[in-house]
């Protein structure tokens, strides 16, 4: 740790420190707002804050639309987890396992969601569930939520696991057809322990990235609430006010604990 | 034929003599051609390994020679061709319904297992019996001599040692045959050599049939009881070590395996008044005064030093003859220091050798 220390001047250092800070301030003190109006006492927002409370997380407990938001958002946000899981896997399986005419896009088209404004992605598959209305009955649910979020929580967890596969000598997978065991002896022993956590990364991103969502939940949801969405709905309402704060620093909470373990799991290990 | 080459092959005869199973053949390639797409990797090859021998593969990258193990080990499925293992037609079948074993160039160890459970993962997919189990992991970790590491991961073991529990992982599963890809290829010299030693050992001790790929001749020559040299896709040559060396079947064998004199036709004819080209080992010509007189069956070439390199043990000496050509002579240092030896150099030379080294070759 020391080199850094002796190859940059005093001035850098301070420079440097004092940018990093700017960042995260930039980054964390809007959050750190809202986290802080969560226990204001008074109704209205006012600076300085005169009394701090907790009332407002048992008022919003209480509340029977934010409860079945949560409850809402929650099955969502399980739903796509487990859909992106299991799609999420097999893409990349497919596509890192066998060389076929188009893979190269295959492997495009599956992470370009990410990148694809929600708007887009929202608009189009509002359109879809339309369409499918009219042909097989569809209609806006929870069921069409977890379609719309499905769509870029398969990317998070296709992009975890098929930088694992790639990382991963493909020798491990002979050696073990090589030591007498079949397709699914190599899959439980070696390829499952060897994805275990960037299966488990990629699905709690997939459950933050859902959680929190809000675009795409707009055009697919067409009466259900989900957080987000609640939170959207009152944000204009005064008297509601504290009561979104409180269900704000919950959002952050669900998202950024999942966020966090999964960093933590897709470290480099040495023996991972 | 010289005497250590026939002893060679009277011990790779022995089987098929004793009528031991299948006659005595563990491997067979019959016409076998693997081709990707446009190259052809494997071109009809024809191939017979005898049980319990040491067979080498020996040939530079991309002659085949990996290409051919893992179409035994069935990772590849043959073009054209069939491979026999013991009798059974196994051209078709899926690895792990394969009595061999493979020793991987990356020894491919699975990392979230301990070594003990490395080397159980054989067994346990196989369902034996949970006491044999674990008497045969302990035998084979005592084999290799790893027992105090047992309980380790991969990533805390050196080269050698990851490249030991890759070898008792192959082992016991008890294989008929085992394969063995460039097992050495990653350790540094002075332990390859100790490894060398060690497996060949070891074949010995449990006396099934070693299938070894390697490009470096040395170790072939060193531990193989016979060994195919291998060119783009086809088989050179199969023999013992000392006929390989001795009398290479073709200019390029000559010159893949050790280091060899080629001459050409015309020079030959000039040289000892034969038609053919052949070829001639470095150690076997003899650099002596400008005047010494040839012996009864000794070919004379005369010409200058150009260049002197001291290897140590032995000293090679490139010699332009007086009417063209060059001849790379060896020699032992038996008495002479490097002073003497770079001397030589720039002083004309009399060449002196037997005619029965000359090999001929079709060049």
Known sequence: ?272 | MDPAARSGETVVEEPRLSGAEAAGVDVKFERVSKRFGDSVAVDGVDLEIMSGEFFSLLGPSGSGKTTCLRMIAGFERPSEGRIVLHGRDVSGLPPYDRDVNTVFQDYALFPHMTVAENVDYGLKVKKVAKGERSQRVADSLAMVQLEPFEGRKPAALSGGQRQRVALARALVNRPRVLLLDEPLGALDLKLRQEMQVELKAIQQEVGITFIYVTHDQEEALTMSDRLAVMSKGKIEQVGSPAEVYESPASAFVADFVGISNLIDAATAARLSGTSAAFTLRPEKIRMVEHSAAPGPEEVAADGRVEQVVYLGSVTRYHVDLDGGGRLIVTAQNLSQSSTEALEVQGKEVRLLWSRDNQREVSA
């Open chain 1, 1 to 272: 740790m020391r080199t850094p220390s002796n190859v940059e001047p005093r001035a850098v250092r301070i420079g440097m420190r004092i940018g990093t800070g700017v960042v995260l301030a930039f980054l964390y003190v809007p959050l750190f707002v809202i986290v802080l109006y969560a226990f204001n006492a008074a109704q209205s927002q006012s600076w300085p804050i005169e009394e701090f409370t907790t009332k407002w997380f048992g008022i919003a407990w209480r509340n029977g639309q934010i409860r079945d938001a949560l409850g809402n958002s929650v099955k969502a946000a399980l739903s796509a987890m487990s859909i992106a899981l299991v799609l999420g896997s097999l893409a990349a399986f497919a596509v890192h396992r066998f060389r076929f005419f188009g893979r190269e896009t295959v492997s495009f088209l599956l992470v370009l969601p990410l990148a694809l404004p929600g708007i887009v992605t929202g608009m189009a598959l509002n359109a879809a569930i339309n369409f499918g209305g009219q042909i097989f009955g569809l209609s806006f649910s929870l069921f069409t939520i977890i379609l719309g979020h499905a769509t870029f929580c398969i990317v998070v967890v296709f992009n975890n696991v098929i930088a694992r596969l790639r990382r991963m000598s493909g020798s491990l997978v002979e050696a073990s057809q090589d030591l007498g065991a079949d397709g699914w002896q190599t899959f439980k022993y070696v390829l499952l322990p060897h994805l275990r956590t960037a299966l488990v990364a990629g699905g709690l991103l997939a459950f933050a990235l859902s959680f929190d969502e809000i675009i795409v939940t707009n055009f697919t949801s067409g009466t259900e609430i989900t957080l987000p969405k609640w939170i959207f709905n009152n944000l204009r309402l005064p008297n509601q006010r504290p009561q979104v704060n409180v269900v704000a620093f919950a959002v952050i909470l669900a998202s950024f604990i999942p966020v966090y373990i999964a960093q933590r799991l897709t470290e480099d290990r040495r023996d991972g």
